[in-house]
């Protein structure tokens, strides 16, 4: 009876809308789901794209959406005739194309280095609308950029996998977790799911795992988190093959204030049934040195050999 108040069926994903054997959560927090029959208009974010996407891609982005920008001001400049511009001193067309576009440059960011200029009505029409056109992308773009810089996120290192070990005179589900960065992470709080096949059904169930210690109020070294499984434990009577077969996967979501941006910020990730390690037990890797306490963070996935009770 008290195993079934651990169970949920409202995990947002729904034991339907689940069902099945695949992935629902990756290991990068995005969630394993994909929708269709959306239209470009209402499926387009981007405000989301451009401060979610890779800073590499967000980068090579800026710089294309710069050069196509110039580009076409370049040939509107050179099709209305660079004889329109002053100073252009160019004797082929590719000269003259060049000279239009690096005074495309000038104009759209509001330089205007002086010996090239517009002398008839129709180029500073356009002249203008590209500066019009430069100051408003420019702000954007440093939108974006500060959007990119100013938005929290807990990028938390979990162990690759967890492990079945002993605990207690009893056994655990355990897994480590490290904040690989300076700043600090205050009230962190953790909360496990486990989704489970139903027998003869590919619908599934969701509990809820009580945890050993759900939440800590500093989070300065390494976390490991334990779910003892006692008779109340979903766990209690499954073996290792049984999670396979009932394609286990354990939802980790994590919540803390980050200090730096006064912010609450949250992080997830997943353990699938081959992603448990039996009879494991994780190695101890904080050490005492002159500099104070030294956690190693490239041995967070180190374990060895445990007996299970």
Known sequence: MARQKNKHNDFGLGEKASSGRYRML??????????????????????HTLVTMPILHFVLVILASYLVVNLVFATVYFAIGVENLTGIQGTTDVDNFLEAFFFSAQTITTLGYGRV???????????????????????????????????????????????????????????????????????????ISMSLLRQNSNLRDFYNLKLERSSVVFLPSLWTVVHPIDDKSPLHSLNEEQLKTKDAEFIIVLKAF????????????????????????????????????????????ESENAPLN
């Not at 394993?32 to 499926?43: L, T, V």
């Not at 974006?144 to 655990?172: C, E, L, Q, T």
């Not at 890797?285 to 306490?293: H, K, S, T």
Request: charged letters at 20%; hydrophobic letters at 45%.
């Open 26 to 47: 990756n290991k990068d927090g995005s969630f394993n789901i994909r929708k269709k029959n959306i239209s470009f208009g209402q499926r387009i974010n981007f405000f």
């Open 117 to 191: 200029a517009p002398i008839s009505l129709l180029a500073n029409v356009v002249a203008a609308i590209e500066s019009m056109l430069g100051l408003l992308s420019f702000a954007l773009a440093t939108g974006m950029v500060y959007g990119r810089f100013s938005k929290a996120s807990a990028k938390i290192m979990y162990s690759d996998h967890a492990v079945i070990a002993p605990y207690g005179g009893i056994n655990g589900f355990m897994f480590r977790l490290l904040n690989p960065h300076d700043t600090q992470l205050l009230e962190v709080e953790v909360n």
């Open 258 to 301: 980050d200090e730096s941006f006064s912010q609450v910020v949250y992080s997830r990730t997943s353990y699938k049934a081959d992603e448990l390690r039996w009879g494991k037990k994780f190695n101890y890797i904080i050490e005492q040195n002159a500099d104070g306490i030294v956690v190693d963070a490239s041995r967070i996935d």
